[in-house]
């Protein structure tokens, strides 16, 4: 018996690098499906983790960049502001709603906050392929439109992750930050002009 | 009987036993406060005797007082000292705007508002949102006014939100902090009858300062005169606000004293609004003069006659 169980403790360790590597992308892809259709599940809080914030902070962040070389007329977010925003943005959701008596834990907030930036990042692909066409103002209403919708999913996916673990009497408190949060990246994504 | 085991204090053990072994013992558990108002045991699973006096509305009033005092002095470094300053509701956060949208002469925000439980909730929020107001409506107006010229290369400008950022948030801590120092050390002179502690004050402040996140968003307008006038209203509002709650704590000073105060406090609340406007946002002249750049807009207005 004592040595079954230490060959199970073991097993992830022997394994060859591919399986713990898939195993990961597979939890993060499961995530991305979750936040694309949200429906109130457990998912994303039972089993947090960190990667797929990660990923889709960096590619926000990259894509946010411009190839402009004279870096003084650039007025554009750095790519560490953008790192910072969505970050100490995240962990100062985090800390508020934990304040206001919310019994999410801090990593489990973290990673919700993060995966439902998901929308936001398909909405800047779609941005930056749109910028590939013709300047103009149909081209502005047509981003406009696709950042609107992907932060109102945004804003309903993390709701309906987020908002069960609030006090009822306080859940208006807890949302609007997310409200702010999702809505200051969407204006970094709209404002942006390679 | 069971009853008689039940009065003794000590005798978890015996309560426990009596409930196990007979279910319809009156054994008191903290779910049935009406069933003996003299002392209990504590429910079977001993969770302090504290918790069932203060339910129970015990005579021992003065042990209740004590708990009600104690809500507040968690030693500041677990999370819960910091839990008591978001101790809000959702309404609550709502009178307390409206009440800073619509002073009321006579009625003092702090009393009517905030004395019970000042929070951190509201200023830091209202901070938050009056940066990114200021920050986002600053560029859009910039590109609306700058839209026709061909030289203007549109950035947006992300240096501007760290400086919105240190601005307000200075405002909102260092000037009241500054204030109670103040009070404090004029209450030590003078008996005011009226003293606020400086959470109520960095409150009041953050409150007073929700009437700019509309004029924030206004400012797009690209005219001067409705520019001006947004700014008169905001500070008409905000200003008598701050002037009519912190009244009451000089009027008990020498007269010139309490007038500087009030005076000061109007003064640097204008100064923020004015040097928002100023910095955030650039002056509307290229709707009034012929601009310097005039060959690109005379072809423009040229092929539009044509």
Known sequence: ????????????????????????????????????????????????????????????????????????????????????????????????????????????????????ILPLTVAMLVCRLVLLAEPGPINFMVRLFVVIVMFAWSIIASTAFLADSQPPNRKALAVYPVFLFYFVISWMILTFTP | MAAVDDLRFEEFGDAAASLAANSDTTTISIEDPGDTPKHQPGPPGGSGREEDDELLGNDDSDKTELLAGQKKSSPFWTFEYYQTFFDVDTYQVFDRIKGSLLPVPGKNFVRLYVRSNPDLYGPFWICATLVFAIAISGNLSNFLIHLGEKTYHYVPEFRKVSIA???VYAYAWLVPLALWGFLMWRNSKVMNIVSYSFLEIVCVYGYSLFIYIPTAILWIIPQKAVRWILVMIALG???????????????????????????????????????????????????????????????VAAAKLS
């Open chain 1, 1 to 116: 018996m004592r040595s079954r169980i230490r060959e199970f403790d073991s097993s992830t360790l022997n394994e060859s690098v591919q399986n713990t590597i898939m195993r990961d992308l597979k939890a993060v892809g499961k995530k991305f499906m979750h936040v694309l259709y949200p429906r109130k599940s457990n998912t994303l809080l039972r089993d947090w983790d960190l990667w797929g914030p990660l990923i889709l902070c960096v590619t926000l962040a990259l894509m946010l960049q411009r190839g402009s070389v004279d870096s003084e007329k650039d007025g554009g977010p750095q790519f560490a502001e953008v790192f910072v925003i969505v970050w100490f943005g995240a962990v100062t959701i985090t800390l508020n709603s934990k304040l206001l008596g919310g019994n999410i834990s801090f990593f489990q907030s973290l990673c919700v906050l993060g995966y439902c």
């Open chain 2, 165 to 167: 950022a240190t601005v």
């Open chain 2, 237 to 299: 509002v905000s200003g008598s606000v701050l002037a009519m709650t912190f009244w009451p704590a000089v009027r008990e000073d020498n007269r010139r004293i309490a007038l500087a105060t009030i005076v000061t406090i109007v003064l640097l609340h204008m100064l923020l609004s004015v040097g928002c406007l100023a910095y955030f946002f650039d002056a509307p002249e290229m709707d009034h003069l012929p601009t310097p750049t005039a060959a690109p807009n005379q072809t």
